[in-house]
């Protein structure tokens, strides 16, 4: 390459010499040439000049001669004729010269023309051999920064070498890496929270009432058909692991969560999704090489929090309830950075507690399982607009669909305070909240034939969706059956049969809302897809539902597709 670099250096002066050379050569002979010829020309104009002053005088006397014609002089006019003859030959010949002049300074141009054409090419080159070098010059610049970069190049990946057969030594020798890392994560917890007082209240319905009543003095109010849904919603976490809340931004969405947590007992995460978020990794974090250290989030932090009792760490927090709120989830696409969690999920349902895990890479080769424990619920909100994802079937299957009603009428806070001035927080033990959790059926044996006429009415709308190409999985029914069992209200009513019949119909009605509706999304309202919209009307009329309504607004918008946002069906609440 030096060498190389050299030669281009020697070719490029040894150019740039004998093209000065060549060009001040050429310009001395052109530049002599054009004197020669200037001088010539102004020779042959001061002759011309001459002989036209005596062409002049001698007209003058010719004039006066004529005027005296009638002196009858012979010999005057005689002498005076020759002289004319004589000057008019001498005029012809100064006439001839100036044409020859003329031609050879015409041909002078010509061949100066031709001259400067040569000049002008010769110069072209000389300039093209200029840009030759410069190019030359360039790429000798970028040849001698890459050499530098390549040896410095070299010179890091030596060091980087180094460090990782020293770090490789360190973890294959004893394993004590990964034990430093986890360690570093657990001695930094997301909040130092302890748990000191506990929530006493045992019956679930009095827990809903106090969670509504500590709502109101904190100036919010929901619907409790609402606060019934969202909390069995969370009851149901083993069959629909997700809860997405969504609806108009200001309804409340993420402050439902935040008010349902304090006045309920669950230590409270909430974390705003980013649009970059693509992988697990934007949710638990990544080994920082240049640090060398793990860079966590607050959720890592907190999951590793609630898998350590108090005993383990004070502010270990497995035994109480906990939830974390994804907050506008749809920003990015949740099958990106949430798909793992949703298929371990999938697996927890009928394991036992610590049987399933969450791989936490830590770094190269360094993997520590994390317990996916049942003791955290997972909360989303969602907007719909034009810079979020829409939910795929996979997330939907897996996810409770609670919408949010638009506020009938706007209503004023009157007093800002905090969560600690209404009360301050106990937690919730998470065996209480296992206690009301209701695995085996309610409605077996004679009870059968309720559960037995929402399956149907269930199966009659999967048979409408087949055309769109849509359908309901046994996951989605399942799911359904299970979210019934556990409405607080069902179980509540379990003794009286008229009552139970009311309000299972009503968690239905709840669960078309958040499970079959969500399916509907797209359906155009108008052709042969109408159809299976129509049908499944006439199906929530003949039942007398109270989403009638809601549905008809869905059908009726100016997108000419199925778009369910609206939650009328709570107004009677």
């Not at 897996?398 to 301050?424: C, G, Y």
Request: charged residues 35%.
């Amino acid at each position: 390459l030096k060498n190389k670099i050299a030669e281009v250096e020697a070719k490029e002066k040894a150019l740039e010499l004998k093209a000065e050379f060549i060009y001040n050569q050429e310009k001395e002979k052109v530049q002599e040439e054009i004197k020669h010829y200037q001088d010539k020309v102004e020779s042959f104009e001061e002759q011309n000049q001459v002989l036209r002053e005596e062409l002049v005088d001698l007209r003058k006397e010719l004039n006066q001669y004529e005027k005296f014609e009638d002196r009858n002089l012979p010999y005057e006019i005689e002498e005076k004729r020759e002289e004319i003859t004589r000057l008019n030959k001498l005029l012809d010949e100064t006439i001839k010269i100036k044409n020859n002049l003329n031609i050879e300074f015409d041909q002078i141009k010509i061949e100066n023309e031709k001259k400067r054409d040569e000049l002008d090419i010769e110069n072209n080159k000389l300039k093209e051999l200029i840009k030759d070098t410069e190019r030359l010059q360039s790429d000798n610049e970028i040849l001698k920064e890459k050499e530098t970069s390549h040896k410095n190049h070299i010179e890091f990946l030596q060091g980087e070498n180094k460090d990782l057969n020293e770090r490789l030594k360190s973890i294959y020798s004893d394993g004590t890496e990964i034990e430093e890392r986890i360690k570093d994560i657990k001695e930094k917890p997301y909040k130092k929270i302890q748990l000191d007082t506990q929530i006493s209240i045992l019956d679930e319905i009095k827990y809903l009432d106090a969670i509504q009543d500590n709502m109101k003095k904190y100036g919010v109010e929901y619907p409790r058909r609402l606060l019934n849904a969202f909390h069995t919603a969370l009851k149901c976490s083993d069959f629909s692991p997700l809860a997405v809340l969504s609806g108009v931004s200001g309804t409340g969405k993420s402050e439902l969560p935040k008010l349902y947590s304090h006045f309920g007992g669950f230590n409270f995460l909430a974390e705003a999704v980013q649009p970059t978020w693509d992988s697990p990794a934007s949710m638990i974090g990544y080994y920082n090489t240049i640090d060398r250290k793990f860079d966590s989030t607050n959720i890592l932090k907190f999951l590793i929090q609630t898998s350590m009792s108090k005993n383990e760490s004070p502010y270990g927090l497995k035994e109480s309830m906990n939830m974390i709120l994804l907050d506008e989830m749809n920003l990015a696409h949740i099958e990106l950075y949430f798909a793992e969690f949703l298929s371990k999920f999938e697996q927890r349902r009928g394991s036992k507690e610590g049987d399933v895990n969450i791989d936490i890479q830590l770094g190269t080769a360094l993997i520590h399982p994390l317990p996916l424990d049942r003791n955290i619920i997972w909360i989303g909100t969602m907007n719909e607009d034009e810079t979020t994802k829409t939910l795929s079937d996979k997330v939907l299957d897996r996810a409770f669909l609670i919408n949010f009603p638009r506020p009938t009428e706007l209503k004023s806070r009157v007093k800002l305070q905090t969560l600690e001035d209404i009360k301050p927080f106990e937690y919730l033990h998470r065996d209480t909240w296992n206690k009301w959790i209701k695995k085996e059926s309610l409605f077996a044996g004679e009870k059968y034939e309720i559960i037995h006429k929402y399956r149907e009415i269930s199966n009659k709308i999967n048979e409408y969706l087949a055309p769109t190409g849509r359908a309901i999985g046994h996951r989605v029914w399942q799911s359904m059956e299970y979210y019934i069992n556990n409405h607080p209200e069902v179980i509540q009513n379990i003794g009286n049969d008229e009552e139970l019949n009311k309000k299972t119909k009503l968690a239905f009605e709840e669960q078309l809302v958040q499970k079959i509706m969500p399916k509907l999304r797209g359906i155009e309202v108008h052709g042969e897809e109408k159809k299976t919209l129509d049908n499944i009307k006439e199906i929530l009329n003949q039942n007398e539902f109270a989403v009638t309504e809601d549905f008809e607004l869905a059908m009726d918008n100016p997108y000419g597709q199925f778009i369910w946002n609206s939650a009328n069906y709570l107004k009677e609440d």
